[in-house]
Nanobody, 118 residues
Framework: QVQLVESGGGLVQPGGSLRLSCTAS???????????MGWYRQAPGKQRELVAS???????NYADSVKGRFTISRDNGKNTVYLQMNSLKPEDTAVYYC?????????WGQGTQVTVSS
């Protein structure tokens, strides 16, 4: 069973920064690198939305709302994906979920709360 473990969430003031981390572990059926890893977020009363994703060979996608502020990266040796979040806004407040895809299977982390408030 593949598990995604997230860390790095918390409370930060507007304009501050956080870095989220997510590591995949467990059985991956002989594979050692996820095809795609990324981050989604869900705010109260809203749909879950893609924040950023990154394929093994550095293909990156960002939501328009975070372009220029967030940076996704990954360490394939550690099967870890990061999300550097700068210039945070109150609108970024949400539960952030790590996502990974391996072949036809999708995996989700438990979510980590990010709160941007004064």
């Amino acid at each position: 069973q593949v598990q995604l473990v997230e860390s790095g969430g918390g409370l930060v003031q507007p304009g501050g920064s956080l870095r989220l981390s997510c590591t995949a572990s467990g059985s991956m059926f002989g594979r050692n690198v996820m095809d795609v890893m990324g981050w989604y977020r869900q705010a109260p009363g809203k749909q879950r939305e893609l924040v950023a994703s990154m394929a093994y060979f550095d293909n990156k996608n960002y939501a328009d709302s975070v372009k220029g502020r967030f940076t996704i990266s990954r360490d394939n040796g550690k099967n870890t994906v990061y999300l550097q979040m700068n210039s945070l806004k109150p609108e970024d407040t949400a539960v952030y979920y790590c996502y990974a895809r391996l072949t036809l299977d999708n995996y989700w982390g438990q979510g980590t709360q990010v709160t941007v408030s004064s």
